[in-house]
């Protein structure tokens, strides 16, 4: 069949497929990439090149089409894309797990693989659930979290984001009834801490476990607290008896500043979701990791299996491009890589703050956020993206955030156009 042609792409994606958060058939017609290089995306109706302020819904921290990815991908195309994982191992999955557990918090042991990020939390879900029913408490069985937060979409994480006013408040009174502590300030503030202790001390006999996006929320908000209160989550959930998860999935592989996020408080949690930039963008995969205290007491209980098994767990494909992924990020001076960047996020919006609307700049690691005093319509979601697209850069919006995550190899002066057209999109929204 001859090639189609942008319109008619773009009339068979309207009449078939469904694009994320939105009706069927889709209110914005998406622009269509042809291919993408470095932090470029190539546009199909020939009108040039984007740089990629998203950096592929915060994965790609590379970039695309990397020559040591491709390799990676390449080579183990040679040997083998899948196999299953159920009384199989291969190379490419036991090297990602160690290189996991050797960067990682101090304590996380083991890892088991899952296809993405919220299936990750799933799994640490019901690690944490099977854990004390196998010490013969089945009572512990509710998660605590910060309102303000997300955590994916299927059941169980969808029963930790934020209810009221988040993207899954639809569900409220159909998803599992979790604990839900007030938003996390942006700096530590005592009377917090203690909001917390007396939460988890309160609940601590029916609950399972505490689960937050340590530092830095995301999709939820975008917001950003203190590191200190992870270290008052860690020491209540030890006092009470409550399993500690942090979910890494945005923050993780140095986002924040810090290889993850615990890091900056110098904690080690009980369990620790990551994915995103785990595959540099290329393959879906993620993992949740545990410590041995959470591993051995399910493995000792009346039913001593973790009962989750993926078709496509631990795939060879992205294992070995996860590996290459790691290893070039770990090879590299990541972290001047990461401060460079967010010294060009905060010279380049800190003239956003005096935009009418705008009630708040934020930058954190390779992070920038404007927030403004109201959410964005679909016509006002069109302008901000249009302006920013007549920048010559992708960003996406929603709700009230303007916001950034570019890839960890933007140039200087590809950071400050994304800024520009951060600042351009808030102007316009």
Sequence with gaps: MPEPTVPELLELDRRHVWHPYGPMPGRQEPLVVESASGVRLRMADGS???????????????????????????????????????????????????????????????VFLADSGSVSVEVAAKMCLQYWRSLGRPAKQR?????????????????????????????????????????PPTEYEESYAEHLRELIGRHADELAAVIVEPVVQGAGGMRFHSSAYLRVLREACDAHGVLLVFDEIATGFGRTGALFAAE????????????????????????????????????????????????????????????????????????????????????GLATAADLPGVTDVRVLGAIGVVQLDRALDDAAMKAATDAAVRE???LRPFRDLIYTMPPYVSADADVARIARAVCAAAREG
């Excluded at 199989?88 to 083991?110: F, N």
């Excluded at 309102?147 to 599992?176: I, K």
């Design 143 to 183: 998660l605590l979290t910060w309102r303000g937060g997300y955590h994916g979409d299927t059941w169980q994480p969808m029963s930790v984001c934020d209810p009221e006013g988040g993207m899954h408040d639809l569900w409220t009174g159909v998803l599992p009834r979790q604990v839900f502590a007030d938003p």
């Design 264 to 347: 900056h408080a110098a904690v080690t949690p009980d369990v620790m979701c990551v994915g995103k930039a785990l595959t540099g963008g290329y393959l879906t995969m993620a993992a949740t990791l545990c410590t041995s205290r959470v591993a051995d007491g399910i493995s000792r209980g009346e039913v001593p299996v973790l009962a989750h098994g993926p078709t496509f767990m631990g795939n060879p494909l992205a294992a070995a491009v996860a590996c290459a992924s790691i290893e070039l990020l770990l090879g590299q001076d990541w972290l001047a890589e990461v401060n460079r960047i967010e010294a060009g996020l905060r010279e």
């Design 48 to 110: 040039g090149e984007l740089v990629d302020g998203m950096s592929s819904w915060w994965s790609a921290i590379h970039g695309y089409n990397h020559p040591v990815l491709n390799e990676a991908a390449r080579e183990q195309l040679t040997r083998m894309s899948h196999v299953m994982f159920g009384g199989l191992t291969h190379e490419p999955a036991v090297r990602l797990a160690k290189l996991l557990v050797d960067m990682s918090p101090d304590g996380l042991e083991h």
């Design 392 to 394: 010559g850069v992708w």
